[in-house]
């Protein structure tokens, strides 16, 4: 049985799919043959173009991801993906999209012949299979966990037997949609290693404070149990509340085996810890992984909710490797962050655990939201105001987009399709008007969010142009980016 897998993607958005490289290797350990479709070293023209605007400061590198596609030829999705198939000639098509990249992978599909089923799984084939399954050319959805259903789905098209009572699965039948029962979830001990083969192998491209490493993302734990309104998992634990404990993680034995495996087999030494809080763990547990990753010399940079940090277990990830930590702010004003996101923890909670991260000499940078429910421009500023406080070494900023499932969604009752029927891009969030600023405000808060950080407040003025569109604003906007990466290098 020969299965491709379709990762729809962004133009060198670098970073192995965990999902698809776990689904690959249980396949191959099955005696299935794979392969994938990788939209994200696709050099169509329009991608291409869109490459060259960076967002954000980086420092510069002995050579960089444009170096690495440079020779690189340009061709269509299309062309592209038809050459993919008549070459591997696949007998199942598998598709893992989240719900941004979930139009444009299905049309790309229209553009081909097809010579086999398409099955979609993922994030939004979970919240909303219906919405999938009366989509074309999909035949067949995964809700949930895929690695059980996808294996037994394959052994019944290998053998022509019928697939109909498969768990997890979802299929049209004539008009019909039928979606199946969920099944328990995997005990993630029981999962092979990360099929990293698999993927174009410039997705361990890994720079990191101007130096060069191998790495990816890597993943010990499902599930979250946090109810932040932004985010999906609260719908997901309810869809699969039969299946077992919903926020679960493997056994620091068997991190342990498969990083010092992917260290050897792909010279990774630099990972990030794709866990939605690595804090979530115990502390029996963090030094358990401690004292198995600390004599594997990795490099890792992880994900921190300021609710659950302390003393102990920061030094214990300072122990194991850690290097670096993105801390959840999301909004400076205490209200919002309560109120509207569901984030319980002060801006008190939050200045603590950010010095005890930067005491243990771990590099900070912080996740912080705009566009928000009622939100101001002022309000905006509370947020900067917060993060220029903090003293972190790098900001991360994003416009609040009302997925499917999340409260946010069904408190606001968002349609995320336009008129045409198209899922609203995530890069035009700012359309969906939730806060108090029009669109085109936010968009502008956006770009210019950590210059108001890491410049001084008599840059402002400049700061402000630099929010509006066109030439003039755009070369202030480089100017500025560039007294900032100035500024680092000294």
């Given at each position: 049985?020969?299965?491709?897998?379709?990762?729809p993607?962004?133009?060198?958005?670098?970073?192995?799919?965990?999902?698809?490289?776990?689904?690959s290797?249980?396949?191959?350990?099955?005696?299935?043959?794979?392969?994938?479709?990788?939209?994200?070293?696709?050099k169509?023209?329009?991608?291409?173009?869109?490459?060259?605007?960076?967002?954000?400061?980086?420092l510069?590198?002995?050579y960089?991801l444009?170096?690495?596609?440079?020779a690189?030829?340009?061709q269509?999705?299309?062309?592209?993906?038809?050459?993919?198939?008549?070459?591997?000639?696949?007998?199942l098509?598998?598709v893992?999209?989240?719900?941004?990249?979930?139009?444009?992978v299905?049309?790309?599909?229209?553009?081909?012949s097809l010579?086999?089923p398409?099955?979609?799984?993922?994030?939004?084939?979970?919240?909303?299979p219906?919405?999938?399954?009366?989509?074309?050319?999909?035949d067949l959805v995964?809700?949930g966990?895929?690695?059980?259903p996808?294996?037994?789905?394959?052994?019944?098209?290998?053998?022509g037997?019928?697939?109909?009572?498969?768990?997890?699965?979802g299929?049209k039948?004539?008009?019909?949609?039928?979606?199946?029962?969920?099944?328990?979830?995997?005990?993630?001990n029981?999962?092979?290693?990360p099929?990293?083969?698999?993927?174009?192998?410039?997705?361990?491209?890994?720079?990191?404070?101007?130096k060069?490493?191998?790495?990816?993302f890597?993943?010990?734990?499902r599930?979250?149990?946090?109810?932040?309104?932004?985010?999906?998992n609260?719908?997901?634990?309810?869809?699969?509340?039969?299946?077992?404990?919903?926020?679960?993680?493997?056994?620091?034995?068997?991190?342990?085996?498969?990083?010092?495996f992917?260290?050897?087999q792909?010279?990774a030494?630099?990972?990030?810890?794709?866990?939605?809080?690595?804090m979530?763990?115990?502390?029996?547990?963090?030094?358990e992984l401690?004292?198995?990753?600390?004599p594997?010399?990795i490099?890792?940079?992880?994900?921190?909710?300021?609710?659950?940090a302390?003393?102990r277990?920061?030094q214990?990830?300072?122990?194991?490797?850690c290097?670096a930590?993105?801390v959840?702010?999301?909004?400076?004003?205490?209200?919002?962050?309560?109120?509207?996101?569901?984030?319980?923890?002060?801006?008190?909670?939050?200045?603590?655990?950010?010095?005890?991260?930067?005491?243990?000499?771990?590099?900070?940078?912080t996740f912080?939201?705009?566009?928000?429910?009622?939100?101001t421009?002022?309000?905006v500023?509370?947020t900067?105001?917060?993060?220029r406080?903090?003293?972190v070494?790098?900001?991360?900023?994003y416009?609040?987009?009302?997925?499917?499932?999340?409260?946010?969604?069904?408190?606001?009752?968002?349609?995320?399709?336009?008129?045409?029927?198209?899922?609203?891009?995530?890069?035009?969030?700012?359309?969906?008007?939730?806060?108090?600023m029009p669109?085109?405000?936010?968009?502008?808060?956006?770009?210019?969010?950590?210059?108001y950080i890491?410049?001084?407040?008599?840059?402002?003025?400049?700061?402000?142009?630099a929010e509006?569109?066109g030439?003039?604003?755009?070369?202030?906007l480089?100017?500025?980016?560039?007294?900032?990466?100035?500024s680092?290098?000294?």
């Open positions: 049985m020969k299965i491709l897998f379709i990762y993607n962004d133009y060198l958005n670098i970073g192995i799919a965990s999902g698809i490289a776990t689904l290797a249980v396949l191959k350990q099955a005696g299935h043959e794979v392969d994938l479709f990788d939209f994200t070293f696709v169509t023209r329009q991608a291409n173009d869109s490459a060259t605007v960076e967002q954000g400061i980086y510069p590198t002995p960089s444009a170096d690495l596609v440079a690189d030829p340009a269509s999705l299309s062309a592209a993906l038809t050459e993919k198939l008549g070459r591997f000639k696949p007998d098509i598998a893992s999209a989240m719900t941004g990249y979930l139009d444009e299905l049309l790309l599909l229209q553009t081909v010579p086999c398409v099955i979609v799984g993922g994030v939004h084939a979970t919240i909303s219906q919405d999938v399954l009366q989509r074309e050319p999909v995964c809700v966990e895929g690695e059980g996808l294996l037994e789905l394959c052994d019944c098209l290998a053998g037997r019928d697939y109909s009572k498969i768990k997890n699965l299929f039948q004539g008009k019909n949609i039928h979606i199946n029962e969920s099944r328990p979830f995997v005990d993630l029981d999962l092979p290693v099929d990293w083969s698999l993927f174009d192998q410039r997705h361990l491209f890994r720079p990191f404070m101007g060069i490493y191998r790495g990816s890597y993943v010990m734990s599930g979250c149990p946090g109810q932040c309104t932004y985010c999906v609260g719908s997901i634990r309810e869809i699969l509340k039969n299946c077992g404990h919903y926020f679960r993680y493997q056994s620091p034995a068997t991190t342990i085996k498969q990083l010092a992917l260290k050897k792909y010279g030494t630099w990972f990030k810890f794709a866990d939605d809080s690595i979530l763990f115990n502390e029996d547990y963090l030094e401690a004292r198995g990753l600390k594997l010399g490099q890792f940079g992880c994900s921190v909710r300021p609710e659950t302390n003393k277990k920061v214990l990830l300072k122990e194991m490797g290097v930590a993105t959840g702010v999301e909004s400076g004003n205490e209200r919002i962050r309560k109120k509207i996101l569901n984030r319980h923890m002060s801006n008190q909670q939050i200045e603590k655990t950010i010095v005890i991260l930067q005491e243990a000499g771990i590099r900070v940078s912080n939201m705009i566009g928000l429910p009622g939100e421009r002022k309000n500023f509370e900067i105001a917060l993060n406080g903090l003293g070494e790098a900001v991360n900023a416009i609040v987009y009302p997925y499917p499932g999340t409260a946010i969604n069904k408190k606001y009752n968002i349609n995320i399709r336009d008129r045409q029927g198209k899922i609203i891009p995530v890069e035009q969030a700012s359309n969906f008007a939730l806060s108090a669109p085109r405000e936010v968009d502008g808060l956006l770009k210019t969010f950590d210059l890491k410049l001084p407040k008599e840059k402002w003025p400049l700061i402000k142009r509006g569109s030439r003039q604003a755009e070369k202030m480089a100017t500025l980016r560039e007294q900032v990466l100035a680092i290098k000294r």
